[in-house]
């Protein structure tokens, strides 16, 4: 099955907003640190940061808000 050019292109659309907002933006001394920041900026993405395609609501907050129009 042959797949469809857009496939990758909201993980490459991800991938360039971690590499815009968190690794060049931090140093790192060992993998340890490296490990717990990236564990902390991934929660701050999906709980906190707000994303303009979501009605500028966090990850968690539209996902709320989706499954009470739901019920």
């Known amino acids: 099955m042959k797949g469809c050019p857009y496939d990758n ?14 690794v060049y933006q931090m ?12 564990r902390d900026y991934i929660n701050w993405f999906n709980k906190l940061r707000i994303h303009g395609t979501l009605g500028y609501l966090s990850s968690e907050e539209y996902k709320q808000s989706f499954f009470k129009k739901a019920v």
């Open 9 to 22: 292109a909201v993980a490459e659309a991800t991938f360039k907003i971690i590499k815009t907002e968190f």
């Open 27 to 38: 140093t790192f001394d060992s993998l340890e640190k490296l490990t717990i920041e990236f």
